[in-house]
């Protein structure tokens, strides 16, 4: 049972334009929202995250979106570059249970110079 | 450089034998965790541990052991019980206060001869 779904497997954009990664949730007891970056045969990296009291965050060139009324989230990347080209993952917990972190399949982005 | 090791990271062995995965992190981090990667499915939670000589399962325990003997070292077994072991391993570590993201080691990749 997917609780955290990324449907969207691949996404490519041009160098410069707006990059948007969509995550979709139906677990309601989750509270907080983590985006994770992995480059090929590396760990995952955590980018940014954003807890349920919010309906924003935003960090450099890259913001998270979180409506909670529809269970969704997306991440923004303006300008999109060249180097962030990877898979990124949508992750979601709920603060009573932190150790479950649900992972998203994750989707790949591709930015073309 | 702070961080986690992961080794090796490419395995083989052959059907029916056990196999060991070595985890060790210098981050001082509490919680430690085993993921799963397979091809078009996100990170799923194979055991975590709070803290020493602690563990729990996750969602898919089955046919893997761990121990936590030092607070560094987070070993992961895939024994022979494990029906599809050929996978890509993610080892992660966290402060024990909620919502700090998990850093995750670079993988071990995991293929049953």
């Known amino acids: 049972d997917q609780q955290v779904k990324q449907n969207s497997p691949s996404l490519s954009v041009q160098e410069g334009r707006i990059s948007i990664l969509n995550c979709d949730y139906t677990?309601?007891?989750?509270?907080?929202f983590l985006w994770y970056k992995k480059y090929p045969a590396e760990g995952p990296t955590f980018l940014i995250s954003?807890?349920?009291?919010?309906d924003k965050n935003e960090d450099g060139r890259f913001t998270v979106f979180l409506n909670k009324s529809a269970k969704h989230l997306s991440l923004h990347i303006v300008p999109s570059q060249p180097g962030d080209s990877a898979v990124y993952f949508c992750?979601?917990?709920?603060?009573?249970?932190?150790?479950?972190?649900?992972f998203g399949a994750g989707t790949r982005l591709t930015v073309k110079p | 450089d702070g961080g986690i090791t992961q080794s090796p990271k490419y395995l083989f062995r052959k059907e029916g034998q056990n196999v060991t995965l070595s985890c060790e992190q210098n981050?001082?981090?509490?919680?430690m965790y085993w993921y799963r990667q397979d091809p078009g499915q996100g990170l799923r939670l194979i055991y975590y541990?709070?803290?020493?000589?602690?563990?729990q399962k996750g969602d898919i325990a089955e046919g893997y052991s761990v121990s936590r003997e030092k607070k560094e070292s987070f070993p992961l077994t895939v024994t022979s019980a494990q029906k599809n072991p050929t996978a890509f391993y993610l080892c992660?570590?966290?402060?024990?206060?909620?919502?700090?993201?998990?850093?995750f080691g670079d993988g071990t990749r995991l293929s049953i001869l």
């Open positions: 992660a570590s966290s402060d024990s206060y909620s919502n700090q993201p998990q850093h």
């Open positions: 677990n309601s007891m989750f509270d907080y």
């Open positions: 541990s709070q803290i020493v000589n602690d563990f």
């Open positions: 992750a979601a917990l709920s603060m009573y249970n932190n150790n479950d972190m649900r």
């Open positions: 954003i807890s349920s009291i919010k």
């Open positions: 981050l001082n981090h509490d919680a």
